[in-house]
C-alpha cells in the first residue's frame, strides 16, 4: 500500500474485515487471544498504521478516523478492536520519543506497540539510562506485540518520585498469563514483568510533558495528529471500541428479531409486539446518543489539530465526559437488547452474550468509569481544580 488512505476507503476496509472478525469471535473468547488469520487481516488492511508517522509509511490518521475505523473492528469482535485501539494509541505514544528512539522501533510502519499508563515500576538511573523492575498488569495485546510503552517511576536520592514513559522490547520482559475473565477476553491483557531491564536514555519520556502535549520529538513537532495532549487523545481514540460494540448488539439482535415468539404470552411474533417497539426504540436512541458522544470528543481533537490553540481543562474534562457517556449510553443500549434478546441467548453460538460481556468489562475500566468521568466534569464545571493530574 501507498499514500494514507480516505477515511471512507480505510472505514471501508475496517468493515470488510467484519464477517471474519464475526466468524473467529468465539474462537478469541475461548482461547484468550486472536488468532493469526484476525492480526494478519488487520494488518493487511493497514489499520496498524493509522497512528504511525508518514516518514516510517504510516498514515497519521485523523482521530475521527480511527475511532470509525475501531468502531467497524468492534462490530465483528470487541476484543480485536480492543487490541487494535492500544496498538494505535501505544504507536502514537512511541511517536513522541525522541527521534532515534522512533527509528529503532518503527522499523515497520506495521509494528506493534501495547502499552500501559499506570506507573507500577520503578526506574532507577544508571550510567546511559534506567534500570527498570516492576509489572504491568492490563497489558492488552502483549502476546502479539514487538514492544511494550510503559509508565514507571524514577525514585531520586532526594526521595522524590518522577513519573516517565519508557520503550521496553516484549522480548525483555516476562509475560504472565493472568488474563482470565468475564469479557475482552481475546484482548489477551495479561501482565508483563521488568526484572533488571535496561532502558537507554533516549527510550524514556517524563510523563508530565506528554500529559500538557510536549513531546521530545523533533520531526514530528509540526504534525498536527501529535500536537494534541495525550489524556484527551487517547480518551477519545477508546470510545471507538464501546460505540461499535453497541452497534454490533444492534445486528446480532435484528439478526434473531423475525421469527422470534415471546414465551409464555400469545405473542407469536416478538416483531409485532409493542414492548419490542418501545425496546427498540430506546436502545437505538441509547446507540444515537453514544455516536454522538464519540463523534463530538473526536471532532474536538481533530479542530484543536488544525487551530493549534492551548488545551483549556474545561476541554480535557469534556472529552473525559464523552469517553465516559460513550461508554455508558453503549452499555445502556447492549444491556436492553440482551434483555430483548431473551433465554436462548445465553447460549455460548448466540453473539449479544458475548458483546454484553466485553461492554461490562469496558465499564469497569478505570479511565473509562462513566460516573469517573462525569464527577470530574462536574468538578471542573464547579470551579474546582482536577483531582487528578491524568486530564
Same mark, same amino acid.
Given at each position: 500500500?501507498?499514500?494514507?488512505?480516505?477515511?471512507?476507503?480505510?472505514?471501508?476496509?475496517?468493515?470488510?474485515?467484519?464477517?471474519?472478525?464475526?466468524?473467529?469471535?468465539?474462537?478469541?473468547?475461548?482461547?484468550?487471544?486472536?488468532?493469526?488469520?484476525?492480526?494478519?487481516?488487520?494488518?493487511?488492511?493497514?489499520?496498524?498504521?493509522?497512528?504511525?508517522?508518514?516518514?516510517?509509511?504510516?498514515?497519521?490518521?485523523?482521530?475521527?478516523?480511527?475511532?470509525?475505523?475501531?468502531?467497524?473492528?468492534?462490530?465483528?469482535?470487541?476484543?480485536?478492536?480492543?487490541?487494535?485501539?492500544?496498538?494505535?494509541?501505544?504507536?502514537?505514544?512511541?511517536?513522541?520519543?525522541?527521534?532515534?528512539?522512533?527509528?529503532?522501533?518503527?522499523?515497520?510502519?506495521?509494528?506493534?506497540?501495547?502499552?500501559?499508563?499506570?506507573?507500577?515500576?520503578?526506574?532507577?538511573?544508571?550510567?546511559?539510562?534506567?534500570?527498570?523492575?516492576?509489572?504491568?498488569? %492490563?497489558?492488552?495485546?502483549?502476546?502479539?506485540?514487538?514492544?511494550?510503552?510503559?509508565?514507571?517511576?524514577?525514585?531520586?536520592?532526594?526521595?522524590?518520585?518522577?513519573?516517565?514513559?519508557?520503550?521496553?522490547?516484549?522480548?525483555?520482559?516476562?509475560?504472565?498469563?493472568?488474563?482470565?475473565?468475564?469479557?475482552?477476553?481475546?484482548?489477551?491483557?495479561?501482565?508483563?514483568?521488568?526484572?533488571?531491564?535496561?532502558?537507554?536514555?533516549?527510550?524514556?519520556?517524563?510523563?508530565?510533558?506528554?500529559?500538557?502535549?510536549?513531546?521530545?520529538?523533533?520531526?514530528?513537532?509540526?504534525?498536527?495528529? %501529535?500536537?494534541?495532549? %495525550?489524556?484527551?487523545?487517547?480518551?477519545?481514540?477508546?470510545?471507538?471500541?464501546?460505540?461499535?460494540?453497541?452497534?454490533?448488539?444492534?445486528?446480532?439482535?435484528?439478526?434473531?428479531?423475525?421469527?422470534?415468539?415471546?414465551?409464555?404470552?400469545?405473542?407469536?411474533?416478538?416483531?409485532?409486539?409493542?414492548?419490542?417497539?418501545?425496546?427498540?426504540?430506546?436502545?437505538?436512541?441509547?446507540?444515537?446518543?453514544?455516536? %454522538?458522544?464519540?463523534?463530538?470528543?473526536?471532532?474536538?481533537?481533530?479542530?484543536?489539530?488544525?487551530?493549534?490553540?492551548?488545551?483549556?481543562?474545561?476541554?480535557?474534562?469534556?472529552?473525559?465526559?464523552?469517553?465516559?457517556?460513550?461508554?455508558?449510553?453503549?452499555?445502556?443500549?447492549?444491556?436492553?437488547?440482551?434483555?430483548?434478546?431473551?433465554?436462548?441467548?445465553?447460549?455460548?453460538?448466540?453473539?449479544?452474550?458475548?458483546?454484553?460481556?466485553?461492554?461490562?468489562?469496558?465499564?469497569?475500566?478505570?479511565?473509562?468509569?462513566?460516573?469517573?468521568?462525569?464527577?470530574?466534569?462536574?468538578?471542573?464545571?464547579?470551579?474546582?481544580?482536577?483531582?487528578?493530574?491524568?486530564?
Amino acid at each position: 500500500m501507498t499514500g494514507a488512505p480516505s477515511r471512507t476507503e480505510l472505514t471501508k476496509r475496517a468493515a470488510d474485515l467484519v464477517p471474519l472478525l464475526k466468524e473467529n469471535a468465539r474462537w478469541v473468547d475461548e482461547n484468550r487471544r486472536l488468532p493469526d488469520e484476525v492480526i494478519d487481516a488487520v494488518t493487511a488492511a493497514g489499520i496498524l498504521r493509522m497512528r504511525v508517522p508518514k516518514r516510517y509509511g504510516g498514515y497519521e490518521s485523523d482521530m475521527g478516523t480511527v475511532v470509525e475505523v475501531l468502531a467497524e473492528l468492534a462490530r465483528g469482535c470487541g476484543s480485536t478492536s480492543w487490541v487494535s485501539t492500544v496498538w494505535a494509541l501505544s504507536s502514537w505514544m512511541a511517536a513522541h520519543f525522541p527521534d532515534s528512539a522512533q527509528d529503532e522501533v518503527f522499523t515497520s510502519p506495521d509494528v506493534r506497540i501495547c502499552g500501559a499508563l499506570s506507573p507500577t515500576a520503578v526506574a532507577t538511573p544508571v550510567d546511559g539510562g534506567l534500570t527498570v523492575n516492576g509489572k504491568w498488569s %492490563f497489558n492488552s495485546g502483549a502476546r502479539h506485540s514487538t514492544w511494550n510503552s510503559n509508565a514507571a517511576v524514577i525514585a531520586h536520592p532526594d526521595g522524590r518520585f518522577e513519573p516517565v514513559m519508557i520503550l521496553v522490547p516484549m522480548a525483555d520482559l516476562t509475560v504472565v498469563d493472568d488474563w482470565h475473565t468475564v469479557g475482552l477476553r481475546g484482548s489477551g491483557s495479561i501482565t508483563t514483568i521488568a526484572e533488571e531491564v535496561f532502558v537507554p536514555q533516549d527510550r524514556m519520556l517524563l510523563l508530565e510533558p506528554v500529559l500538557q502535549g510536549n513531546a521530545s520529538s523533533t520531526l514530528n513537532a509540526d504534525s498536527p495528529v %501529535f500536537r494534541a495532549p %495525550f489524556m484527551p487523545t487517547a480518551c477519545a481514540t477508546i470510545t471507538g471500541t464501546p460505540l461499535g460494540l453497541a452497534y454490533a448488539a444492534k445486528e446480532a439482535f435484528f439478526e434473531r428479531l423475525p421469527g422470534r415468539k415471546i414465551t409464555y404470552t400469545e405473542y407469536t411474533s416478538q416483531q409485532e409486539a409493542p414492548l419490542t417497539h418501545l425496546q427498540v426504540a430506546e436502545a437505538l436512541t441509547k446507540v444515537n446518543e453514544a455516536e %454522538f458522544h464519540a463523534g463530538h470528543a473526536a471532532a474536538m481533537i481533530d479542530r484543536s489539530a488544525a487551530d493549534e490553540q492551548p488545551w483549556k481543562v474545561e476541554q480535557r474534562a469534556r472529552i473525559r465526559l464523552e469517553m465516559g457517556m460513550t461508554t455508558q449510553r453503549a452499555k445502556e443500549a447492549v444491556d436492553i437488547l440482551a434483555v430483548a434478546s431473551g433465554g436462548s441467548s445465553v447460549y455460548h453460538d448466540v453473539p449479544i452474550q458475548r458483546i454484553e460481556r466485553d461492554i461490562k468489562t469496558i465499564g469497569l475500566h478505570a479511565i473509562m468509569h462513566p460516573d469517573t468521568n462525569a464527577e470530574l466534569y462536574g468538578r471542573v464545571a464547579c470551579g474546582l481544580e482536577p483531582n487528578t493530574q491524568y486530564i
